[in-house]
């Protein structure tokens, strides 16, 4: 079994910056791919970036590219997303979660939910305008 639990949301304005750390306890995730999704009041949940196990690549949804950015450390078994520019479009609650694919390196299905065995509880972002 695997926890996931998110952290660092909040109200922000447009234009700032909010940096959300995904904490996984249980059992290792330095094995998996990591990745966030969000969802918006009404709307379905929709993937914003993925980071291979290895963490030397990285996959993003392209209204976040240039201003997002996924990184982990494994020793501390935390995942973050880094969030600049934020736009009021950008309010969501935000998850984390974890691939079911040990060891995967491809480059398909990070978009897919199905791809996912673990979830955290979300993190409310609201951006302000």
């Known amino acids: 079994q695997v926890q996931l639990v998110e952290s660092g949301g909040g109200l922000v304005q447009a234009g700032g910056s909010l940096r959300l750390s995904c904490a996984a306890s249980?059992?290792?995730?330095?094995?998996?791919?990591m990745s966030w999704f969000r969802q918006a009041p009404g709307k379905e949940r929709e993937f914003v970036a993925a980071?291979?196990?290895?963490?030397?690549?990285?996959f993003y949804t392209d209204s976040v590219k240039g201003r997002f950015t996924i990184s982990r450390d494994n020793a501390k078994n935390t995942v973050y997303l880094q969030m600049n520019s934020l736009k009021p479009e950008d309010t969501a609650v935000y998850y984390c979660?974890?691939?079911?694919?040990?060891?995967?390196?491809?480059?398909?299905?990070?978009?897919?939910?199905?791809?996912?065995?673990?979830w955290g509880q979300g993190t409310q972002v609201t951006v302000s305008s």
């Open positions: 249980g059992r290792t995730i330095s094995t998996y791919a």
């Open positions: 980071i291979r196990w290895s963490g030397g690549t990285t």
């Open positions: 979660a974890k691939d079911r694919r040990e060891f995967y390196s491809g480059r398909s299905y990070y978009d897919d939910r199905t791809s996912y065995d673990y």
